[in-house]
């Protein structure tokens, strides 16, 4: 039996979507290999691996700057992490790993692992970033947004406002991560001028069509901006505004956010209203903040929406 594990190396300094990057990957579980700015690395195994590293940026931030990862079957993950530990540590590599430092320098892989039973071929690609995936963000702007999003996620109700974004954005966009930060642009904690408490906002080209609010007293809102229809108005609540500038009328509705998320996968007229206002606005071009964009609120909801939609097909 012959097995080859090819990773493929992913910078983390570009101030794209690691979901983006990532978007031709078999899975994302798999085997990963973080490297820091003062060489180290560090080996780990993930069902789910953006998740994951969303642990590891918190922790580490901007101390690692590549990531390899090889996708793997789940049953393998056991193995090939052990495995892949052994080839870093013939390679030379400083590992953070505590297992190794702990337990593995004593430790001797089962007869069935070793490279004369079980050969590994390990292959490292570099990977290539298609011109028109950068997006120029300096890197002011990317500390700026990593900040936020932990303020975000620092909020108690973060989960709740994550889900609702995620969701509003599946449901309205066939591939949300080819036009991520070009199309939409998601932002955390934005700024406010209006004295009320912003936690997140889904924003097509100049338009905010969906807004995540605190209430300030412990519960969250949100606020969909959606084509208005006669349906509609005796269902939900909402104001309609003429968009003088745009020659638009839009029906902005407020919603709890588990409203929200039930409209939207429930009502499809919620959904053919929603997925209107997003062709109208997304049809006009780039969005014109996509400066403020914040990748990892952005890895935050692709990860979501790719996790629902594995959840469909297992069902299926």
Same mark, same amino acid.
């Given at each position: 039996? /012959?097995?080859?594990?090819?990773?493929?190396?992913?910078?983390?300094t570009t101030?794209? $979507?690691? %979901?983006?990057?990532?978007?031709?990957?078999? $899975?994302?579980?798999?085997?990963y290999?973080? /490297?820091?700015?003062?060489?180290?690395?560090?080996?780990?195994?993930?069902?789910?691996? +953006?998740?994951?590293?969303r642990?590891?940026?918190?922790?580490? !931030?901007?101390?690692?700057?590549? *990531?390899?990862? %090889?996708p793997v079957?789940?049953?393998?993950?056991?193995?090939?992490?052990?495995?892949t #530990? /052994?080839?870093?540590?013939r390679?030379?590599?400083?590992?953070?790993?505590?297992?190794?430092k702990n337990?593995l320098?004593d430790y001797? +892989?089962?007869?069935?692992w070793?490279?004369?039973?079980?050969p *590994? =071929?390990?292959?490292?690609l570099? /990977? &290539? #970033?298609?011109d028109?995936?950068? @997006?120029?963000?300096?890197?002011?702007?990317?500390?700026?947004?990593?900040?936020?999003?932990?303020?975000?996620?620092?909020?108690?109700?973060s =989960?709740? %406002?994550?889900?609702?974004l995620?969701?509003?954005?599946?449901?309205?966009? @066939?591939?949300?991560?080819?036009?991520e !930060?070009?199309?939409?642009?998601?932002?955390?904690?934005?700024?406010?001028?209006?004295g009320?408490r @912003?936690l997140?906002?889904?924003?097509?080209q100049?338009?905010?069509?969906?807004?995540?609010?605190?209430?300030?007293?412990?519960?969250?809102?949100?606020?969909?901006?959606?084509?208005? $229809?006669?349906?509609?108005?005796?269902?939900?609540? !909402?104001?309609? &505004?003429?968009?003088?500038a745009?020659?638009?009328?839009l029906?902005?509705?407020?919603?709890?956010?588990?409203l929200?998320?039930?409209?939207?996968?429930?009502?499809?007229?919620?959904?053919?209203?929603? @997925?209107n206002?997003?062709? +109208?606005w997304a049809?006009?071009?780039? $969005?014109? #903040?996509?400066?403020?964009?914040?990748?990892?609120?952005?890895?935050?909801?692709?990860a979501?929406?790719?996790?629902?939609a594995?959840?469909?097909?297992?069902?299926?």
């Amino acid at each position: 039996m /012959h097995e080859e594990l090819t990773f493929r190396r992913f910078p983390v300094t570009t101030g794209i $979507s690691l %979901a983006y990057l990532l978007e031709d990957t078999d $899975s994302y579980h798999g085997i990963y290999i973080l /490297h820091f700015a003062d060489g180290k690395e560090y080996v780990g195994q993930a069902v789910d691996f +953006l998740s994951r590293y969303r642990v590891h940026s918190r922790r580490y !931030g901007s101390r690692i700057t590549a *990531i390899d990862f %090889a996708p793997v079957i789940r049953p393998g993950l056991d193995q090939f992490e052990i495995l892949t #530990i /052994h080839w870093r540590q013939r390679e030379g590599a400083d590992l953070l790993n505590i297992l190794l430092k702990n337990t593995l320098a004593d430790y001797r +892989l089962p007869d069935h692992w070793m490279p004369q039973q079980y050969p *590994i =071929t390990f292959r490292l690609l570099p /990977h &290539q #970033i298609p011109d028109q995936k950068l @997006r120029g963000q300096d890197a002011s702007a990317d500390l700026q947004g990593l900040k936020n999003y932990v303020r975000l996620i620092e909020h108690p109700r973060s =989960t709740e %406002a994550i889900e609702a974004l995620a969701v509003f954005l599946g449901s309205t966009i @066939r591939d949300p991560a080819k036009t991520e !930060g070009s199309n939409w642009v998601v932002t955390a904690v934005p700024r406010s001028d209006d004295g009320r408490r @912003r936690l997140a906002c889904l924003t097509f080209q100049n338009m905010h069509l969906l807004t995540l609010f605190d209430s300030g007293r412990g519960e969250i809102y949100a606020t969909a901006n959606i084509v208005p $229809s006669p349906v509609l108005s005796t269902r939900y609540k !909402g104001e309609d &505004q003429w968009h003088e500038a745009d020659h638009v009328m839009l029906r902005e509705v407020r919603l709890q956010p588990r409203l929200l998320i039930q409209a939207l996968k429930e009502d499809p007229c919620f959904v053919t209203a929603a @997925r209107n206002a997003v062709s +109208l606005w997304a049809s006009r071009g780039a $969005s014109v #903040i996509n400066r403020q964009h914040c990748w990892p609120l952005a890895d935050a909801l692709l990860a979501h929406i790719y996790r629902s939609a594995e959840k469909v097909d297992r069902r299926v």
